[in-house]
C-alpha cells in the first residue's frame, strides 16, 4: 500500500502497558486505517467515531429545480443536470442554454460519549454545476449535445467526541473534519430515434481531492497511571492526509413518452474505477509525571485503486399543465465494491427512493416544489439508528423570457451507533441554480 515512504523517530518512547498502550497500537496502526479510512471511506480512522465516512456511496445532488422536488428527475430533467439524473432528458433542451449553480451547506454533528453530550458545526459554499447544452437543427426529433461539470461527491463533514472513558480511565478529546469532493466532467448528448423514446449517453471524467484533519489529546485526569513504565500525563495527535482521485465511467439513459401525461426513464451508470494518491503525515507527542516528552512523527506516500459497482435508476412522471408529480427508485449493491481488486467488507446493497411535485402558480407564474428522499446508508458496520431521509422545498421563477432562477432547501438527518458512542448528523443545503437561454 506504500511507495516513496519515509519515517522520522524523534525520541523513543518508554515501554508502557495498559491503557497507554492501547494509544499507541491506535497511533502506531493508523498508517493502514487512515488510508483506507479515505480510499474505502467506511473504515474508523480514529479512536472512537460513529460517523462512517461513506462519501463514494453517497450523492450531494446537482441542480436546485432536482433538488427541490427531492431529487426525483430521472423522467423530468431537462436542462444541463441532465447529464447527471439522466442524460436522454436532453433531447427535451430546445434553445442554447448555460447554466450555473451554487451550494450551500451547514453540517451540524451531535454525539454522546460515555453520556458526555457534544455538538459543533461546519458550514461552506461550493460551485455545485456549470455547462452549456447545444441542440442540433434538425428536420424532425431532436439532437443534442452538451458539456459541464458538477461536484456531486461531497466530502465536507465534521466530527467532536469529549468525555471521560470509564473504559480506559483517561479523558478524551477528538475532532476530526474531512473536506473535498468529487467533480464529474461529462460530455454527453441524446437523441429522439422515435416520437415517443430518447437515448442518450454521457462520458464522466471524475477529478476531485480529499483533505483530513484528526486532532486528539488524552490526559490521566484520575492518576490511574502512576507507576512506571506506564506513568503518562497527557498524550497529543495530529494526523492529517491529503489525496487525490482521478476516474472515468458511462452513463447511458433512455426516456420512454408513454401517453401526453405520462413519461418513464431508465439509467446505468458503469462503475467507476478510481486513482487515487495521496500523503499521510502522523504527529504524536507524549508527556510523562516526571516531566520527560516522546515525540513521534511517521509519513508516507501511498497509490492505491478503488472500484464502485454499477448503478441502476428508474424513474416515472405525471404531468397536467400546472402540475407535475415524479418518483425514482436507484439501485447500487455496494458489496461489490473492491480495493485494490480485493473485496470489501460491511458495505451492502441500496435501493434509494425519491418522491416529489412541481405546481404552477396561475397567477404569479411561480413554480413551487416540494420532494423527499430516502438513501440507505450502504455501510452497515455500525449500527444504524436511522437512515438518512432528505425534506426539501423550492421554488422556481423565469426572468425576462430567457433565464430562469431556481432555489431548493434540503433537510437531511440520520442516526448511528457504537460501544460507547452515539452520533446524530443533521445537514441542512441550499442550492442555487440560474439558467440563460438563447
Known amino acids: 500500500m506504500r511507495s516513496n515512504q519515509y519515517r522520522m523517530r524523534e525520541s523513543g518512547p518508554k515501554n508502557m502497558t495498559g491503557g497507554l498502550a492501547q494509544i499507541f497500537r491506535w497511533t502506531g496502526s493508523l498508517s493502514v486505517i487512515i488510508v483506507l479510512h479515505v480510499v474505502c471511506l467506511g473504515l474508523v480512522s480514529r479512536p472512537a467515531s460513529a460517523d462512517e465516512a461513506i462519501q463514494l456511496t453517497d450523492n450531494f445532488g446537482l441542480g436546485a429545480r432536482a433538488m427541490g422536488m427531492g431529487g426525483s428527475a430521472i423522467a423530468v430533467s431537462e436542462d444541463i443536470s441532465a447529464l447527471y439524473w439522466n442524460p436522454a432528458g436532453l433531447a427535451q433542451v430546445r434553445r442554447i442554454e448555460f447554466s450555473g449553480s451554487l451550494s450551500h451547506q451547514r453540517y451540524t454533528s451531535k454525539t454522546t460519549y460515555f453520556q458526555n453530550a457534544s455538538k459543533d458545526r461546519e458550514s461552506n459554499t461550493r460551485l455545485n454545476a456549470i455547462g452549456m447544452v447545444f441542440p442540433v437543427p434538425t428536420y424532425r426529433g431532436s439532437l443534442v449535445f452538451a458539456l459541464g461539470a458538477g461536484r456531486v461527491k461531497n466530502f465536507d463533514a465534521f466530527f467532536i467526541q469529549r468525555g471521560y472513558s470509564s473504559q480506559d480511565e483517561w479523558w478524551e478529546e477528538g475532532q476530526e473534519t474531512q473536506s473535498g469532493g468529487l467533480f464529474s466532467w ?3 448528448g441524446a437523441i429522439d430515434v422515435s416520437p415517443t423514446l430518447s437515448l442518450g449517453a454521457s462520458v464522466n471524467l471524475w477529478d476531485g481531492d480529499y483533505n483530513y484533519d484528526w486532532d486528539a489529546f488524552f490526559a490521566d485526569t484520575r492518576d490511574m497511571y502512576v507507576n512506571p513504565p506506564s506513568d503518562f500525563d497527557t498524550t497529543y495527535i495530529h494526523d492529517t492526509q491529503e489525496a487525490d482521485f482521478d476516474g472515468l465511467n458511462l452513463k447511458l439513459g433512455g426516456l420512454l413518452r408513454l401517453s401526453r401525461f405520462v413519461k418513464a426513464g431508465l439509467t446505468i451508470a458503469s ?16 508527556v510523562y509525571d516526571d516531566g520527560s516528552v516522546d515525540q513521534y512523527t511517521d509519513s508516507f506516500y501511498y497509490e492505491n485503486e478503488i472500484s ?10 405525471w404531468s397536467v399543465p400546472t402540475l407535475l408529480l415524479a418518483a425514482d427508485l436507484r439501485y447500487a449493491d455496494w458489496s461489490q465494491m473492491k480495493f485494490n481488486d480485493q473485496p470489501l467488507n460491511d458495505y451492502d446493497e441500496t435501493l434509494s427512493l425519491s418522491i416529489g411535485g412541481e405546481y404552477i402558480l396561475p397567477t404569479a407564474g411561480v413554480k413551487v416544489r416540494a420532494g423527499f428522499s430516502s438513501e440507505p446508508l450502504a455501510f452497515v458496520a455500525r449500527k444504524i439508528i436511522e437512515d438518512r431521509k432528505y425534506y426539501t422545498l423550492g421554488a422556481g421563477f423565469l426572468v425576462g423570457q430567457v433565464m430562469t432562477l431556481d432555489l431548493a432547501w434540503v433537510h437531511g438527518t440520520w442516526k448511528t451507533s457504537q460501544p460507547f458512542l452515539s452520533q446524530k448528523d443533521v445537514v441542512d443545503r441550499i442550492f442555487l441554480s440560474t439558467s440563460y437561454r438563447f
Open 308 to 317: 464502485t459497482p454499477w448503478e441502476f435508476g428508474f424513474g416515472m412522471a
Open 271 to 286: 462503475p467507476v474505477s478510481y486513482d487515487i494518491s495521496g500523503e499521510v503525515v502522523e504527529r504524536t507527542v507524549d
Open 186 to 188: 461529462s460530455l454527453g
